[in-house]
C-alpha cells in the first residue's frame, strides 16, 4: 500500500488559474449551469452568445475540474468504434452521432477565431493500430461503418507517420480531426460569457437543485441560492440524478504520462490503438522549440485497483519503446472517465423533468460531447428542439447486452459482495502517511486513511450518493466509488459527484444501500 504522490498536474493546470468570487447572495438567472468543465462554459457561451441571462456555479475554480485531465483529442472518429454502435442504435443514429461529433470539431475551430482564443488549436490526422492478436477484420468493418454514415476519407493506410517505431497489423486513417491546450480553451470562454454579462462563480458548493412550475431553485452550501426559469447540471457526473441517468454510466480511472520532445522530432497526428485496455499519443506546443508528447491509457474501473505506480510504469515502458525522443517523463496525472453502455453521452432533459438539463457521460471523448452539449443544450432550451435530441436522450434505455453493461453490473454486483468480506486492514495503527484502506467495524466497513500530514481519519465506507463502498487512491489521495465515480477527500469531504453529502464520520451511515439492481447499469 505504497504511496505514489508525484507530478499528479497536468501540463495543462502551469496555465494560471483566474479569479472568480463565491456566490454570496441569492440572485437571478434565466440559466443557472451547474459545472464549469467543458460541458457548462460551452453552454454558458451558446446561451450568452443569444441573449440569455445565464449564471455559472462551480465547486472550485473555473474550468479547472476534470477537464483539466482530458488529453484534449478532438476526434469524430468513435471511441468505441461505429461498427460496434450500428448494430445497437441503427446506422441514422451513428449517423446523426459522427454528425454532432464532427461539428463539434468545427464549433471549436470557429469560437476560438472569432473570441481570438489563443489555445493551440491544429487540425490533425488520427491513426487507429490494431493491437496484435486482435481481428484483421477490425479495421475494415470500422472503415465500412465510417463509409456508410458519411465520414468519409477514412482509409486503411500501409504505414504512419511514425515508421517502424510503432509497429502493428494494420492501421486506419480518420482524417480532419484536431487538438488543443483545453484549459486556455476554457479561460477564453469564460471571458467571452462574462464579457456578455454571463456571471461565473467559484468555490460555490450546490447543495439542493429543485424545480416546481414555474421555475428552478438552486441552493447552495453558504445558504446562497440561485433562482432561474432552467437548470443546466453539466458536473461530469450529474448531481441531481439517483440512478435514472447514473446507473447506465460506468467511471473508470485512465493515467496519462507526459514529457517534452524538441519540435518536430514525432510528427504531430493523433494516435490510439485497439489494444485492451488501449493507449492514446498526442503532442502540444509547450516552450520554446519544445512539444509535450502525451501518452495515456491502463485505464481501469474507478476503485477496483490501487496499483498507479505500476501503471504509470507500464505507460512510461510502453512510451519509450515506441519514442525513443522521450528523454524525461516531466508530468504523470490521472483523471475519470463515464463510460456509457451504448456509446454515446446522456445530454438533454433529465428523465421526468421539465426544466432540469444534464450533460455526462463523455465516453472517452469528453472534449467533443461538451461541445455538443452546448450546441444543443441551447438549442433545446431556447428553441424546444434539437437535430440531436434522440442520439443523445438521457431518458432512452440502452440495450442491456452490450459489453459495457455486462461489466457495469458485474462491478456493481462485486461491490455489493464485497460486505461481507474482511477488511483490507485490522488495525489504522498500521497506516503510513498517504495510505488508507477498509476496515470491518461490526457488520460495516470504515473507510481509514491517514492524509500526507499524519493526520487519521474514519469515516463510514459507504457512498452517500446510493451506498456502494468507497476505496482508497492513493495517488489522487481521495476515496473512488466504484458504482458512479463520486470522490472524496481524506476528511470525507466531496471532491466530485454524484454524491453531494460528505462520508458519515461514524461507522454507519444515514444511507441505505440499494440493490445491485438499482446501482448497477440499466
Request: charged share 20%; aromatic share 8%; net charge negative.
Amino acid at each position: 500500500m505504497s504511496v505514489f504522490f508525484e507530478n499528479s498536474r497536468s501540463p495543462w493546470m502551469e496555465v494560471a488559474t483566474k479569479s472568480f468570487p463565491v456566490l454570496a447572495g441569492n440572485t437571478t438567472a434565466d440559466v443557472v449551469i451547474v459545472g464549469s468543465g467543458i460541458a457548462g462554459l460551452s453552454t454558458a457561451y451558446e446561451l450568452a452568445r443569444r441573449g440569455s441571462a445565464v449564471v455559472v456555479l462551480d465547486r472550485g475554480p473555473i474550468g479547472r475540474g476534470m477537464t483539466a485531465r482530458t488529453t484534449a483529442h478532438l476526434s469524430s472518429a468513435l471511441d468505441d468504434f461505429y461498427s460496434e454502435m450500428i448494430p445497437i442504435r441503427g446506422e441514422e443514429i451513428a449517423r446523426l452521432h459522427f454528425a454532432s461529433q464532427a461539428a463539434s470539431i468545427d464549433r471549436i475551430e470557429a469560437i476560438q477565431q472569432t473570441e481570438n482564443i489563443a489555445c493551440d488549436f491544429t487540425r490533425a490526422t488520427a491513426y487507429l493500430y490494431l493491437a496484435p492478436g486482435d481481428r484483421p477484420d477490425m479495421l475494415d468493418q470500422e472503415r465500412d461503418a465510417c463509409s456508410r454514415i458519411g465520414f468519409s476519407g477514412v482509409e486503411r493506410v500501409p504505414e504512419t507517420p511514425l515508421g517502424s517505431s510503432w509497429r502493428a497489423d494494420g492501421y486506419l486513417l480518420f482524417p480532419n480531426q484536431g487538438h488543443f491546450h483545453p484549459l486556455k480553451y476554457l479561460d477564453g470562454l469564460a471571458a467571452a460569457i462574462a464579457r456578455m454579462g454571463g456571471r461565473l462563480f467559484a468555490d460555490t458548493i450546490v447543495t439542493e437543485i429543485s424545480e416546481d412550475s414555474h421555475g428552478v431553485t438552486v441552493k447552495t452550501a453558504s445558504g446562497a441560492s440561485v433562482t432561474a426559469d432552467t437548470v443546466v447540471v453539466a458536473t461530469n457526473a450529474p448531481i441531481n440524478d439517483g440512478a435514472a441517468v447514473n446507473a447506465k454510466q460506468a467511471p473508470f480511472r485512465t493515467y496519462v504520462v507526459a514529457g517534452p520532445v524538441k519540435r518536430g522530432s514525432v510528427p504531430d497526428h493523433l494516435y490510439w490503438d485497439t489494444a485492451e485496455p488501449y493507449h492514446y499519443v498526442r503532442l502540444n506546443p509547450w516552450r520554446d522549440d519544445t512539444d509535450i508528447l502525451l501518452v495515456g491509457g491502463e485505464d481501469h474501473r474507478s476503485g477496483e485497483a490501487n496499483d498507479a505506480k505500476k501503471r504509470f510504469s507500464n505507460l512510461e515502458f510502453w512510451a519509450r519503446e515506441r519514442f525513443p525522443e522521450l528523454n524525461e517523463i516531466s508530468h504523470r496525472w490521472s483523471g475519470q472517465v463515464l463510460d456509457t453502455v451504448d456509446y454515446a453521452a446522456f445530454i438533454g432533459l433529465n428523465p421526468e423533468s421539465q426544466r432540469t438539463y444534464v450533460a455526462t457521460g463523455d465516453s472517452g471523448q469528453g472534449i467533443t460531447h461538451g461541445v455538443v452539449a452546448g450546441m444543443m443544450l441551447a438549442s433545446l432550451i431556447l428553441d424546444r428542439r434539437s437535430d440531436w435530441t434522440e442520439v443523445y436522450d438521457p431518458a432512452r434505455k440502452p440495450p442491456g447486452s452490450t459489453p459495457n453493461f455486462v461489466t457495469a453490473t458485474a462491478s456493481a454486483i462485486a461491490n455489493f459482495a464485497e460486505r461481507v468480506t474482511p477488511g483490507e486492514i485490522d488495525s489504522p495503527e498500521a497506516l503510513k502517511p498517504g495510505e488508507g484502506g477498509l476496515m470491518r467495524a461490526g457488520l460495516s466497513k470504515m473507510a481509514v486513511c491517514r492524509d500526507l500530514e499524519g493526520v487519521l481519519h474514519e469515516h463510514s465506507a459507504t457512498c452517500t450518493h446510493m451506498g456502494c463502498l468507497v476505496h482508497w487512491n492513493s495517488f489522487e489521495q481521495c476515496w473512488d466509488c466504484t458504482c458512479h465515480g463520486s470522490q472524496f477527500a481524506p476528511d470525507g469531504t466531496v471532491l466530485n459527484g454524484p454524491a453531494i453529502q460528505p462520508l458519515a464520520d461514524t461507522g454507519t451511515s444515514e444511507t441505505e444501500p440499494r440493490s445491485h439492481e438499482e446501482v448497477g447499469s440499466k
